[in-house]
């Protein structure tokens, strides 16, 4: 049976359930929820049509201004996507985490999350996405590749081979469109289309950040703190506070 979390915030309840295919996500969130660690957060980042974000600690009491979001424990957790069958749909609750550029596993932050709100999608905007998604898989593809020969990389580049160079990147371009045509065009699912044009999302970001949970009550009342005022920082004007525990069934 899937756990279930209570997130009561100050403007209503929100009934989570953990995904047990994201079993390191489920536990730390449990942990974290029995610890009454999220007690006294705030949703300290609103972006209307996108999604809403908590569970930095250093939120609690906060005063007006302060700069928020690099709060949480000392630890990360490993990535955890289970894709395409869990992805970013209207109320899917996600892990925020540090960027690629300082963050090339994207992993998760230990207490940071959001729950998705997204909007609507049709089908000419999905393929585009999907041509994006295409061109990001080359680039991974392409840079992990790089890594890999970057002792013969340099080796060129200090001998100023020029020849020697263009010669491994047209052989690394080849090996890219091999190992791409192996992988498989990205493409969305019958479901992910479904729900991305009919209920809403974010599938911009689906293999991106882990999505652990989803919402099965209270999603009006998601809707009502993604329409919220927001100030600098995207922090509410008014603060959404929120106490978190498990459902006992």
Request: hydrophobic share 30%; net charge negative.
């Amino acid at each position: 049976m899937a756990t279930k979390i209570n997130i009561n915030t100050s403007v209503g309840n929100i009934v989570v359930k953990l995904y047990d295919e994201t079993p390191k996500h489920r536990d730390n969130f449990i942990k974290l929820a029995q610890q009454g660690y999220f007690d006294g957060t705030l949703f300290h980042r609103v972006i209307k049509d996108f999604m809403i974000q908590g569970g930095d600690p250093d939120s609690k009491g906060a005063p007006q201004g302060k700069m928020l979001g690099t709060g949480g424990p000392d630890y990360t957790i490993p990535a955890e996507f289970v894709y395409p069958k869990l992805f970013h749909k209207r109320g899917a609750l996600s892990a925020a985490r540090l960027g690629d550029e300082v963050n090339p596993e994207r992993e998760s932050s230990g207490s940071q999350f959001y729950i998705v709100w997204g909007k609507t999608f049709n089908a000419g905007e999905l393929k585009q996405l999907e041509k994006q998604m295409e061109m990001q898989q080359e680039q991974e593809v392409f840079t992990k590749l790089a890594k890999e020969h970057h002792d013969e990389v340099m080796n060129f580049r200090r001998n100023r081979d020029r020849a020697g160079l263009q010669e491994l990147q047209d052989r690394l371009v080849e090996m890219t469109k091999k190992q791409c045509k192996e992988m498989g065009k990205p493409k969305f699912t019958e479901e992910q289309i479904e729900t991305y044009t009919k209920v809403g999302g974010t599938p911009f970001l689906d293999n991106q950040y882990t999505v652990f949970g989803e919402v099965i009550e209270g999603l009006d009342v998601v809707e009502k703190i993604q329409n919220c005022e927001t100030m600098r920082g995207d922090r509410p004007k008014a603060d959404i506070s929120m106490t978190v525990s498990l459902v006992e069934e």
